[in-house]
């Protein structure tokens, strides 16, 4: 890709992908809040029809001027539950489909789990709309591409449907895209710009390197020593690690998510260094690797997500012993600092927007010292740290959290933060820091 194309911006790649595809009205399923954003705010008249899968916080207000043509879906329980409740508040011709007895969460695995089900739904919804807005059939040549740094894969053929990535769901939509494919041209959208991966590479090049680097070097990886990464995601951290350690030592990079293993290894492709990381497929609860096979074990925001016991007792299992466990988590039990001038009130209300949240078995608190030494661990080096960021160095960060935020706020509190980062951005004040617990500890 030339420089200029590595610049620009995710509505001008969406907007070169339509004009080279010629997609002038289509349906749209998405689940990762900037992707849907930047859609309904830049190609409004071109959206046949939006579905929102388990989404996270986002302004109802882009989708307003089309809400009888949005469709809600989301669990009943889980970090993500109360999203499309407050979003019906202020899209009130939307639809809405309550998943019963469904975790909803940013790492749910929900078309994989009520395959059937989403598949009845989604396509009542589509023939619906298709029938009464008049959405034209196209016919595209089938397989894969790529335009504007926006991968695609293309099957059957219909009125256009896209699918975008749903932040760290592991199937994606691949149970349901032969049922798709069989009434509309279905096209999977995927790539470094779309979906989490940006938000997984942009945090790498802000405030979170830090805190990474800091548990890095209280691990003391030596020349040589086997550096395992598990629960990579898009393989920032790897690539990073790579390059800190100069190549000397080799990196395995494990993950469950099969759709996060593509973009990391086509994302390492174009780095000689990172030709040391291995890429593999695994479950952080049960990995797939022989014990005492590691010197230096880490793992990055990733205990949140699952059975956070089970998942320190597998790190443990395949370090040799000697060998130094690495682990950072998401501080919820913290509140995140931001430098910007806004009423006491609001400010409060800002600070306690819930983020991503932990699963039920998850350890996002400062339980994970307490773990920690449980599990047999010694010499720890254990504490909080804080991921500072600028509007200047991190401007893809900025747009997650403060989308996040405002997304979690008032209507009216939700004007006053924007406002007010908005002038912190334009002088050059713009400061926030998120907060982390890490530990670091030797295996006996």
Known sequence: MSPAAESLTLEERLGEFFRQLDLRRFHVAAGHAIDALALARTF?????SMTLMCPARLSAEPFR???????LIGGDRGPNAPVVPELLQNLPHARAVRLRDHVDAAWSDTVA???EEVASILLEFLSDVTSREAVPEIHLEQGAAEVAGITYRVRGSG???LLLPLSLSPSQWDPIVDALAERYTTLVLGGAFLGIVPTLEARMRGGYRNVVQNVVDAARPGAGESIAEIGCGSGAVARWLAHHTGGANPITAVDVNAYLLREAAALSESD???QRITYRQGDAQALPIPSDSFDVTLTFTVMEELDADRMLAEL???TRPGGRVGVVVRAVDMLPWINVDLPDEVRRAAERVAGAGADEHGCADASLYRRCAGAGLRDLVMGPQYGADTAQRSPERLRFFAGRIAGG???EDA???RDSVRRATSDGTMVWAEPYHCAVGTRP
């Open 44 to 48: 409004a008249d071109r959206i046949a």
């Open 65 to 71: 001027t089309f809400d009888t043509r949005v469709l």
């Open 409 to 411: 706020l008032a209507a």
């Open 415 to 417: 004007r006053l933060f």
């Open 316 to 318: 443990v299992r395949v």
């Open 113 to 115: 789990d009520r395959r």
């Open 272 to 274: 000689p260094t990172a």
């Open 159 to 161: 009125p256009p449907l």
